[in-house]
């Protein structure tokens, strides 16, 4: 794992609105073959939601 | 004259901690000061980016700074499309920031349970009148804010970088995302500078899980600003402003503000990333705090005496700013060259140092512009190594 992704791990954040994999898979009806592709997308939103949360507070 | 090539080496030189051909300068002028000078009035001009660039284009024709100047502007525009609160333009164009509070002391529960969901649940609502209106007004206040922050950013981005090429300008990146001290962020965008000082004595261990919980969001927040590329400590730095620390008794900031500040520097250090820090007001009394900071943070000083702040952060970091900019104003052209040689005297040596004022310059009358013309040669000449 590299240094970003270590950092990424440890300030993990947890919100009812960030889904675990199960809770993935349970909410859409996800195959299971394909959570590992959902999980990056959903995890590319919350990156996104993230920024936002920072950013937006500065305007 | 030099090439912007040269010029972006000094800078990049010194951000890797190696001695420069000389001292780069990186005076700053606000894009309003721009917009004064070019006789465009500051209530009408921010709303786009075509008066700031024509705006900045003159200045950076007229004077032969090594970064560019007067360009980025505030974007009025996009507070207004989410009803900002926490941002809004005074009678005369220039924007402020009011001291408002947004969350309540009884709310510190809810913030520390789930801070995701309540800042986006309770105080986002608040602070942006257009998040509070029902769905998906909302929402296409969010995206709109969103789309033209980006569209016009990648504009100015785009003709920044254009210009700097023409004018010769240093191209190296200034900072690539933000971040915010935790008990920074907690004082200036939920409980008001007022607030926060009040809650630490009335509800200390709140506060102190509040801004632990905080933390980890201060440092996603600065790694989501890379969009997944692979940081660089010198083309990648995270820019944090610091606010409140100056404020507090040395006590309050070693056990609410330093701990978790110093956390997320380190987090985001260590993800890759170069870390750049406005050290707003007067730190003397806290200068020993950097030592326990990554090596070649990029501090901004404001106030402060040159000799110890060399001393005491200038062997381990790399230092900008300190020159009085109210000099401008009121002095000669030989007053103002000699306190830039006293400056350099002092903050040259070993290298590590960039030449900028203690503050930047918002407005045009702020200063005699002679005299920033004979500053900017100044530092040139007598900033040789």
Redesign the interface.
């Known amino acids: 794992m590299s240094?970003?992704n270590?950092?990424?791990e440890?300030?993990?954040?947890?919100?009812?609105?960030?889904l675990s994999s199960e809770a993935v898979l349970k909410k859409y009806d996800i195959d299971a073959g394909a959570c590992e592709d959902i999980k990056e997308s959903f995890g590319l939103v919350e990156?996104?939601?993230?920024?936002?949360?920072?950013?937006?507070?500065?305007? | 004259m030099e090439s912007s090539e040269f010029r972006s080496k000094l800078f990049t030189d010194v951000l890797k901690g190696v001695k420069p051909k000389r001292v780069p300068e990186a005076c700053g002028v606000n894009a309003c000061a721009a917009l004064e000078l070019a006789g465009y009035d500051l209530r009408s001009a921010q709303y786009g980016y075509t008066k700031v660039l024509e705006a900045a284009e003159k200045l950076n024709a007229k004077y032969d700074t090594d970064t560019l100047i007067g360009t980025w502007p505030a974007m009025p525009y996009v507070t207004k499309a989410i009803g900002s609160r926490t941002n809004v333009m005074g009678a005369d164009g220039f924007m402020q920031h009011p001291n408002v509070h947004i969350m309540e002391p009884n709310e510190y529960d809810a913030l520390i349970r789930d801070p995701l969901k309540y800042m986006w649940d309770e105080q986002m609502p608040r602070a942006f009148t257009e998040f509070s209106e029902p769905w998906p007004n909302n929402a296409f206040a969010l995206m709109k804010a969103f789309l033209m922050e980006k569209e016009v950013g990648m504009k100015m981005f785009m003709a920044n970088y254009e210009m700097s090429l023409k004018y010769n300008k240093s191209t190296t990146p200034v900072l690539t995302g933000i971040s915010r001290a935790p008990f920074d962020y907690l004082a200036d965008y939920f409980r008001s500078f007022t607030g926060a000082l009040t809650d630490i004595r009335r509800y200390p261990d709140k506060v102190l899980k509040a801004v632990e919980t905080l933390k980890p969001l201060m440092v996603r927040g600065a790694l989501a600003s890379t969009a997944g590329a692979e940081p660089t400590r010198e083309g990648n730095r995270i820019f944090f402003a610091l606010h409140m620390a100056t404020y507090m008794r040395p006590k309050d900031f070693q056990k609410f503000w330093w701990p978790t500040f110093k956390e997320t520097i380190w987090d985001v250090y260590n993800a890759g990333f170069g870390i750049l820090i406005f050290a707003e007001e007067n730190w003397m009394q806290l200068l020993d705090c950097f030592d326990e900071l990554p090596p070649l943070c990029h501090i901004m000083f404001e106030y402060g005496d040159a000799k110890i702040i060399k001393e005491k952060v200038g062997k381990k970091h790399i230092i900008q700013g300190l020159y009085p900019v109210d000099l401008l104003k009121r002095g000669s052209k030989e007053e103002v060259t000699a306190k830039a040689k006293e400056l350099l005297d002092v903050m040259a040596p070993g290298g590590q140092y960039i030449f900028d004022f203690d503050k930047s310059i918002l407005r045009a009358k702020q200063v005699n512009w002679d005299n920033f013309g004979y500053l900017v040669d100044c530092v040139k000449e007598y900033g040789k190594y």
Request: net charge neutral.
């Open positions: 240094a970003y270590e950092i990424k440890k300030n993990k954040i947890y919100s009812e609105y960030f990156d996104m939601l993230l920024y936002f949360t920072l950013t937006t507070l500065s305007n």
